[in-house]
Antibody
Framework: QVQLQESGPGLVKPSETLSLTCTVS??????????WSWIRQPAGKGLEWIGR???????NYNPSLSSRLTISVDTSKNQFSLKLSSVTAADTAVYYC???????????????WGQGTLVTVSS | DIQVTQSPSSLSASVGDRVTITCRAS??????LHWYQQKPGKAPKLLIY???SLQSAVPSRFSGSGSGTDFTLTISSLQSEDFATYYC?????????FGQGTNLEVE
């Protein structure tokens, strides 16, 4: 049973960089069978897909964030990370990490999720 | 981006009711539409993937149908634990996008 756990600062100042890490337990991380993704949700609002990474390092980003976004992977630690630069209050949200099965098709649902971590952007 | 429009945005129902939620995509996404359930303070949980495939361990009262641009999530007989917010998501093209959610409340 895979488990995902987000970690990182809960408070970030405007214009600074938001950094989060997702640690994956279980034997699926380096199997080559999954993408690893980030999704966020402002309080009381809907879900926004941020981007994803394959364990090879290949990434897909949401174009609305891509100029500020970096997603990276460390297979030796079973971790992947998100960095979002130049944050504003609009980036305040619960950030989730999730797993997407890789099937070589568009069938790429998020089948396992972390519990989420609240990041507040404020001075 | 592909827009995904869910309806209704909120719904009141009672235990035992049959409930239907719909999602419409702004263009043909074939069958690449998934449904999630989210309870307050919790991460979303996958219910249905590929429009109609039931995720493991999800009760069979949940079902999905549709293809192309129009999709439906049906709960055949509502249970108390089903009161939650439901989201659809398309993964036909990046960026993947979600519907705005349907809040299913006790009538």
């Amino acid at each position: 049973q895979v488990q995902l756990q987000e970690s990182g600062p809960g408070l970030v100042k405007p214009s600074e960089t938001l950094s989060l890490t997702c640690t994956v337990s279980g034997d699926s991380f380096s199997s080559g069978n999954y993408y690893w993704s980030w999704i966020r949700q402002p309080a009381g609002k809907g879900l926004e897909w941020i981007g994803r990474i394959f364990t090879s390092g290949s990434t897909n980003y949401n174009p609305s964030l891509s100029s500020r976004l970096t997603i990276s992977v460390d297979t030796s630690k079973n971790q992947f990370s998100l960095k979002l630069s130049s944050v504003t209050a609009a980036d305040t949200a619960v950030y989730y990490c999730a797993r997407e099965p890789f099937r070589g098709s568009h069938l790429s649902e998020s089948d396992s999720w972390g519990q989420g971590t609240l990041v507040t952007v404020s001075s | 981006d592909i827009q995904v429009t869910q309806s209704p945005s909120s719904l009141s129902a009672s235990v035992g009711d049959r409930v239907t939620i719909t999602c419409r995509a702004s263009r043909n996404i074939i069958k690449y539409l998934h449904w999630y359930q989210q309870k307050p303070g919790k991460a979303p949980k996958l219910l249905i993937y590929g429009a109609s495939s039931l995720q493991s361990a999800v009760p069979s009262r949940f079902s999905g149908s549709g293809s192309g641009t129009d999709f439906t999530l049906t709960i055949s007989s509502l249970q108390s634990e089903d009161f939650a917010t439901y989201y659809c998501q398309q993964t036909y093209s990046v960026p993947y996008t979600f519907g705005q959610g349907t809040n299913l409340e006790v009538e």
